[in-house]
């Protein structure tokens, strides 16, 4: 069982920056793959971005050049770095772990989320 707890949401103005955080339980917490999801009010959860247990990274497409991610193995963390954010961005956002360190976009291919966080930018 793994255990994942955001941090970092909060309320921000359009164009600035937020570091949302993801810390895991688990002894194996290298070779997991580490996803971002958001779910705005009213839409389908949406992929945001992965990072594999070798450090790959994947953007999706409304995020590339803004959001980068990156990974803390010593200390079993995720971050997420988003800057000059837009209203479009508001939605809370999930951290997700694949447990065989599959970098995927798809949401059912991850076998842990944690309870989100809430990112909400003002314009």
């Known amino acids: 069982q793994v255990q994942l707890v955001e941090s970092g949401g909060g309320l921000v103005q359009a164009g600035g920056s937020l570091t949302l955080s993801c810390a895991a339980s688990?002894?194996?917490?290298?070779?997991?793959?580490m996803g971002w999801f958001r779910q705005a009010p009213g839409k389908e959860r949406e992929f945001v971005i992965v990072i594999s247990m070798s450090g790959y990274t994947y953007y999706g497409d409304s995020v590339k050049g803004r959001f980068t991610i990156s990974r803390d193995n010593a200390k079993n963390t995720v971050h997420l770095q988003m800057n000059s954010l837009k209203p479009e961005d508001t939605a809370v956002y999930y951290c997700?772990?694949?447990?065989?360190?599959?970098?995927?976009?798809?949401?059912?291919?991850?076998?842990?989320w944690g309870q989100g966080t809430q990112v909400t930018v003002s314009s």
């Open positions: 997700a772990s694949n447990v065989e360190g599959t970098a995927t976009t798809r949401d059912y291919d991850y076998d842990y």
């Open positions: 688990g002894r194996t917490f290298s070779s997991y793959a």
